[in-house]
Nanobody
Framework: VQLQASGGGLVQAGGSLRLSCADSTRTFSNNGMGWFRQAPGKERDFVASIAWNGGGTLYADSVKDRFTISRDRAKNTMYLQMNGLTPEDTAVYYC?????????????????WGQGTQVTVSS
């Protein structure tokens, strides 16, 4: 598995979590990357994305001002800092790499997906 997501867990509403996505083979250092999430019975939705150089960040409206995406190219790791969590944020979170260097909110622009990490927010 080239991309490995971790950091999920159970948290109370209003709490925080930080997800990590490790690029174990150092394949995607020049690719954009992003986070998607999928709740039970729902589509896999875009959450946030970041360009190869750490710029060009994009966010879904539902997480803007609460979540922050970042990456450390030296560590080949991408992060998603999630603050102010609500039960509506409960989902499996997936990290992925884009086909090019830039960020994207479009699922079909992603070529490689990691396994998911479960985030559960209790009310």
């Amino acid at each position: 598995v080239q991309l490995q997501a971790s950091g999920g867990g159970l948290v109370q509403a209003g709490g925080s979590l930080r997800l990590s996505c490790a690029d174990s083979t150092r394949t995607f250092s020049n690719n954009g990357m992003g986070w998607f999430r999928q709740a039970p019975g729902k589509e896999r939705d875009f959450v946030a994305s970041i360009a190869w150089n750490g710029g060009g960040t994009l966010y879904a409206d539902s997480v803007k001002d609460r979540f922050t995406i970042s990456r450390d190219r030296a560590k080949n790791t991408m992060y998603l800092q999630m603050n102010g969590l609500t039960p509506e944020d409960t989902a499996v979170y997936y990290c992925a790499a884009t086909r090019g260097a830039w960020s994207s909110s479009i699922r079909s622009n992603y070529r490689s997906w990691g396994q998911g990490t479960q985030v559960t927010v209790s009310s």
